[in-house]
């Protein structure tokens, strides 16, 4: 089994639209503003320039005078010096009160009204979310959910290396610096809801083209819902108790965390509601998909073996140099974690 056989996963229900014209938040509209701006300045001039030196090739080229007499000389026109002073000198003040005035909106310090505050937390290769605020105070990963209409306040930071923050559709890029908070924030438009996807955009290691950022903008309803089941502790099913057994007595654990039971691992993905998102391994892979009664069904080989119970097998087959080992469990173990997991909704 190689990468290559799940490829093929990789077109689960994402709109994978990273167009930074088709934006969908205040910042990421100023962006594509000045981005347009500046892209109709530059090719005026660059028509201007051009255009002179095309027309002065062939206006003052030698066929049209007689070759012997030199054409006249012009030593120091002070018209000419003005206007090439004053011309570039306008456009870069133009250009400065405009960028000042896209940076004010784009780069503000206070979080604004009614903000939803989210502290994001770069890890190789994949992103831990914290919903501080006190109403809703729990932790996920790698799916992120934000209701639209309303202000999202992200605070950035980074467990290990640099990494970048952008949904290019979204807002700017932000680094994600080790030892420091950056701030960034957006507002997904009212009339927009659904899934962004965005991107790690500093190299930070072998699996960073697969640190991928994965949102989804929801009703405000929809929105609290979700929250609400995030803020539970994990399912203990009765039926699963051998399952999770065996998760507890490997190291399992150490790495990730299941709220509710002795697992406080906090080097790998909060595992507490793994059923409630699609994708494993930062969005890498589709693990679950909708039937047709809008439920959520694993998805499954060929041979029987589900993308979870793959991943459990051996991460290092599906997201190659990840952080999570071959745990080198057998058949039986690895089914009785799947089943497990399978239960934490
Ligand atoms: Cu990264």
């Known amino acids: 089994m190689t990468f290559f056989s799940v490829a093929p996963l990789l077109l689960f229900a994402a709109d994978e639209n990273l167009n930074v014209f088709d934006t969908v938040s205040p910042p990421a509209h ?44 012009l030593y120091g026109s002070k018209p000419v010096e003005v206007a090439w002073t004053v011309a570039p000198l306008l456009v870069v003040f133009i250009l400065f009160l405009v960028v000042a005035r896209i940076i004010a909106e784009v780069k503000i310090s206070k979080p604004p009204d009614n903000a939803l505050h989210v502290v994001v937390v770069g890890h190789q290769w994949w992103w831990e979310y914290r919903y501080v605020d006190p109403e809703y105070n729990f932790i996920t990963a790698n799916e992120l959910h934000v209701p639209v209409d309303r202000p999202i306040w992200f605070e950035l930071k980074s467990a290990d290396v640099v990494h970048s923050f ?63 089941n995030q803020r539970r502790p994990a399912v203990d099913a009765p039926f699963v108790r051998e399952g999770r057994q065996v998760f507890l007595e490997n190291a399992c654990m150490n790495c990730h965390t299941v709220r509710g039971t002795p697992a406080k691992g906090t080097f790998g993905p909060d595992l507490t509601h793994l059923i409630s998102r699609e994708t494993l391994g ?31 097998d051996d991460p290092q087959k599906i997201k190659p140099g990840c952080w999570m080992p071959d745990m080198k469990l057998d058949t039986r173990q690895r089914d009785l974690i799947v089943k497990y997991l399978e239960t934490l909704k």
């Open 166 to 228: 952008w949904f290019p559709r979204l807002n700017g890029k932000m680094d994600v610096v080790p030892g420091r908070t950056n701030l960034t924030w957006f507002l997904v438009d009212k009339e927009k809801p659904g899934i962004y996807l965005g991107q790690c955009t500093e190299y930070c290691g072998t699996q960073h083209a697969n640190m991928i950022l994965r949102m989804e903008a929801e009703a405000p309803e929809v929105f609290q819902e979700w929250a609400s």
């Open 282 to 312: 930062s969005a890498l892979i589709a693990f679950q998909q909708k039937d047709a009664q809008g439920n959520w069904k694993p998805i499954v080989n060929k041979d029987g073996v589900s993308v979870l119970a793959r991943w459990i």
């Open 30 to 73: 100023s962006i594509r503003k000045i981005f347009i701006l500046v892209l109709f300045i530059s090719a005026a001039i660059f028509i201007f320039v051009e255009g002179a030196i095309v027309y002065c090739i062939f206006h003052f080229r030698e066929r049209s005078r007689p070759t012997t007499v030199e054409p006249a000389q």
